[in-house]
Nanobody, 125 residues
Framework: VQLQASGGGLVQAGESLRLSCSGSSLTLEGWGIGWFRQAPGKEREWVSYRGSRDGTRDYADSVMGRFTISRDNVQNTVYLQMNSLKPEDTAVYYC???????????????????WGQGTLVTVSS
């Protein structure tokens, strides 16, 4: 296992969660990290991206202003802080690593080399 996502759980609308993406056998510092999510019956969708060294950050419109992506290279972990959660945020969240993503393609699952196993986030109304 190269990546491990954790931190999911059951929360009420308006509450917060922080997801973690840890590199078990992968040093994340040189990798761009994306977060994706997949709700039941829906396609996997891109949520956020954090560049490896250039500080690039990007967010889907649906989470802009509520989610924050950050990385701690000492801990070899990338975080997704999720605030003001909504029921529509309910999904399995996946982190993924890309060695050389083209910024115009960072929202595509095909741009990523390694995937974590997913962590379930459930937001009740």
């Amino acid at each position: 296992v190269q990546l491990q996502a954790s931190g999911g759980g059951l929360v009420q609308a308006g509450e917060s969660l922080r997801l973690s993406c840890s590199g078990s056998s992968l040093t994340l510092e040189g990798w761009g990290i994306g977060w994706f999510r997949q709700a039941p019956g829906k396609e996997r969708e891109w949520v956020s991206y954090r560049g490896s060294r250039d500080g690039t950050r990007d967010y889907a419109d649906s989470v802009m202003g509520r989610f924050t992506i950050s990385r701690d290279n000492v801990q070899n972990t990338v975080y997704l802080q999720m605030n003001s959660l909504k029921p529509e945020d309910t999904a399995v969240y996946y982190c993924a690593a890309s060695r050389g993503v083209i910024l115009s393609a960072l929202r595509s699952t095909a741009s990523y080399n390694y995937w974590g196993q997913g962590t379930l986030v459930t937001v009740s109304s």
